[in-house]
């Protein structure tokens, strides 16, 4: 069966420091991998896609950046951190662009003070 | 472009109660997928149901329910005897090829009180 990972489930990052949180899938391969936002408890938004390794598709200009570096991994980095980054970061798979449901990762919680 | 709207904000019943999740949505397209998710307090969204937009039977799984009504652009959720362990948001969300992206609702967030 499938398995997706994120770690750390909780962050607290000073403004300005670099970010970087992880994801890993485990039980398939050439998944479509996501990382979505939400803010205040509602609302995901969608911040960057990924069909395959080094291919990433950013949806939202921002101060963060997305990495595919092995197929079943994806990165969320950024240089340095805002206020507004704080937030519940998701990391979801799926087997095609959208059309067949997403699969959603435990999450992390990031605090920017 | 497409949108989700879960007009209900916050939901509270009491166990075994029923409960109707509102969800409109809208698109051009004529293909297109609808899909519901649970957040319960610990985060992680959950899958519940995926309906493409030629199927519009009503489906039945337990104590869930789910009306997809094209006429009227709604998918619509129903909890039936509801039980505290219920309580999370519920979000309803929609993929369509001319978006290619899924996009959801704000979420109902529901409380079942014992």
């Known amino acids: 069966s499938q398995t997706i990972h994120q770690w750390p489930a909780t962050l607290v990052q000073p403004v300005g420091s670099p970010l970087s949180l992880e994801c890993t899938v485990e039980?398939?391969?050439?998944?479509?991998l996501y990382w979505y936002r939400q803010a205040a408890g509602r609302g995901l938004q969608l911040l960057f896609y990924?069909?395959?390794?080094?291919?990433i598709s950013s949806e939202v200009p921002q101060n963060l950046s997305a990495s595919r570096p092995q197929d079943r991994q994806f990165i969320l980095s950024s240089k340095k951190l805002l206020l507004s980054d704080s937030g519940f970061y998701l990391c979801?798979?799926?087997?095609?662009?959208?059309?067949?449901?997403?699969?959603f990762g435990p999450g992390t919680r990031l605090t920017v003070l | 472009a497409q949108k989700v709207t879960q007009a209900q904000t916050e939901i509270s019943v009491v166990e075994k109660e029923d409960v109707t999740l509102d969800c409109v949505y809208e698109t051009r397209d004529t293909t297109y997928y609808l899909f519901w998710y649970k957040q319960p307090p610990s985060g992680e969204l959950v899958f519940l149901i995926r309906?493409?937009?030629?199927?519009?039977q009503n489906e039945i799984s337990g104590r869930y329910s789910w009306n997809f009504q094209k006429s009227t652009s709604s998918f619509n959720f129903t909890i039936t005897a509801s039980q505290v362990v219920d309580s999370a948001v519920y979000f309803c969300a929609l993929y369509s090829g001319s978006a290619r992206q899924l996009t959801f609702g704000s979420g109902t967030q529901l409380t079942v009180l014992p």
């Open positions: 990924s069909v395959g390794i080094g291919q």
């Open positions: 309906r493409n937009s030629f199927d519009e």
């Open positions: 979801a798979w799926s087997t095609d662009r959208g059309y067949n449901e997403q699969f």
């Open positions: 039980g398939t391969s050439n998944p479509n």
